[in-house]
């Protein structure tokens, strides 16, 4: 049962119909819980014995952490979770990439066991994990009832791909009434129509020209190979970007703010602020539990991009068990050390960053290029495949079909076009002066005031969600040209959510 699909929405109202109807808050939590099971159980029952898992382990190791003044027994409860949670993932996503491995390396006959892997098993294992840190930090007191603590690692509108909710922002929110307005319904529309058309109308519709392509790139043109590569950084962004948007609009909804996970990362002017744009709640949470747990952050620079290289090296991994997804992680590990490496550099030196619209534009030109670049090895399904999509985009297998898919060349417009109006907003939004929380603009806070759902937000986090709250006419016909758009123009099947394998 994906977001877009007829059972969905069925199950969808049928949810919210139940939040409105019953009387107290503490109905409306259970019945979030039963409905978010019943999501998980719509794909394999049995599985939710693995989403159980790390429910009790965490929720018990968490009480006991919280319990004990001893620091060796709150490091042993600790290492208690992460061990049953790593051990767990590493069970269903990488037990047949090791034996792989050891069995090339032996020069025995490769063995494969029949394991399928849960979905969204690197997410919820992310979320729960980061519960039990935070208590372990005493950031956050132990949840003590089971069922509150199960409705946050199973609350289904982030289960399957994020965003990252963690606890810290998630239990206050329970709190509230959780009873669906008209006004904050709207506001979750929009965000869920966002998502859709980019889900049906631009990633589905760039999966069709992409998956020939990468599956014989031998026999395209370098400009046709480029092209599906170009399409392919559409298709994962408006994929995933849009489920997200759907998980916020749906959760919005139901009365629970989901937190921001992508802000327009393709205007990006270099690896650290592609990543500060692009999946912010998993860059956030790396950096976070990951990064400043190795040895050394605060030491010696040359630490610090070792430990940049380490976080992304695991990312990698932590996106499919393959060494071209560590290839990838490694590539932009090395990027972002070198970043870092640079400004402090030009820091130690005194030279302020240009702002030469020449020099920015060729930072962006080379942030998207290597972003490309490495999109091959994160679409590809091998390095064989990963190298000659290479070979052709660097020109060293000149011969090939020449495909020129019209749809990209249609999309690209669209997508600039909101970029543009994205940059436009924010700027208008911004006053003076970085970090500084601030409100939408006029027009838009006078819509939101009644949701009770304002968007107010950190500076560096704008993005261009604006401008689908238009005066209520334009909207209204913004709306119906979209349902028609994608009722015409949008993948007639749609195609699982990329993220869905991680």
């Known amino acids: 049962m994906t977001f877009v699909s007829i059972s969905f929405v069925t199950f969808f109202i049928v949810v919210v119909l139940g939040l409105r109807l019953a009387p107290t808050r503490h109905l409306r939590q259970c019945l979030l819980l039963l409905a978010s099971l019943g999501f998980y159980a719509s794909w394999k029952p049995v599985y939710l014995l693995v989403l159980a898992t790390p429910v009790l382990i965490d929720y018990l190791c968490a009480i006991r952490i919280e319990r004990s003044a001893d620091a060796v027994v709150r490091k042993r409860w600790l290492k208690t979770c992460v061990t049953s ?86 239990f206050p929110q329970m709190d509230r009434s959780l009873r669906p307005s008209w006004r904050r319904t709207i506001v979750g529309c929009h965000m869920i129509l966002l998502g859709v058309t980019k889900k049906l109308l631009i990633a589905d519709q760039m999966a069709i020209f992409v998956d020939p392509v990468f599956a014989a790139p031998i026999s395209y043109s370098p400009l046709t190979v480029w092209s599906a590569v170009i399409a392919y950084s559409l298709q994962i962004y408006c994929d995933f970007s849009g489920y997200s948007d759907m998980a916020i609009g749906v959760s919005k909804i139901i009365g629970i703010d989901l937190p921001e996970n992508f802000n327009m990362p393709y205007l990006a002017v270099s690896t650290v602020d592609f990543w500060r744009r692009w ?25 610090r991009y070792r430990n940049a290289g380490i976080t992304f090296l695991l990312s990698g991994l932590w996106h499919g068990a393959s060494w071209t997804f560590v290839c990838w992680g490694g590539l932009h590990g090395l990027a972002l050390a070198t970043s870092h490496w640079w400004s402090a550099r030009r820091a130690r030196t005194g030279r302020e960053p240009s702002k030469s619209i020449g020099v920015r534009f060729g930072c962006w030109l080379a942030t998207y290029v290597f972003v490309c670049i490495t999109w091959v090895l994160f679409r590809a399904q091998g390095f064989p495949a990963a190298l000659s999509m290479l070979r052709k985009m660097f020109g060293l297998a000149p011969d090939g079909i020449a495909w020129l898919y019209s749809p990209l060349l249609m999309v690209l417009p669209i997508v600039i076009v909101a970029h543009v109006i994205g940059i436009v907003a924010a700027r208008h939004a911004l006053p003076t002066g970085s970090g500084q929380k601030v409100h939408s603009p006029a027009w838009v806070a006078s819509f939101y005031a009644n949701a009770h759902a304002s968007f107010v937000v950190k500076s560096s986090r704008l993005s261009g969600v604006y401008v689908f709250t238009r005066p209520r006419f334009l909207g209204a016909f913004l709306i119906a040209s979209w349902v028609l758009a994608v009722l015409l123009f949008g993948a007639t099947g749609a195609n699982p959510f990329v993220y869905f394998q991680f």
């Open 85 to 170: 949670n790593l051990l767990l993932l590493a069970y269903f996503k990488y037990t047949n990439f090791f034996l792989a491995n050891i069995d090339m390396l032996s020069g025995a006959a490769p063995k494969h066991l029949d394991i399928v892997l849960p979905l969204g098993i690197s997410f919820f294992t992310f979320k729960s994990l980061s519960y039990t840190i935070d208590v372990y930090r005493s950031e956050l007191p132990a949840c003590r009832s089971l069922w509150r603590y199960a409705l946050f690692v199973c609350y289904f509108p982030d289960l399957i791909a994020g965003p990252i909710v963690r606890a810290s922002v998630f």
């Open 279 to 303: 999946h912010i709640s998993l860059s956030n949470w790396l950096r976070d539990y990951l990064y400043f747990s190795l040895p050394g952050t605060r030491g010696k620079a040359w630490h």
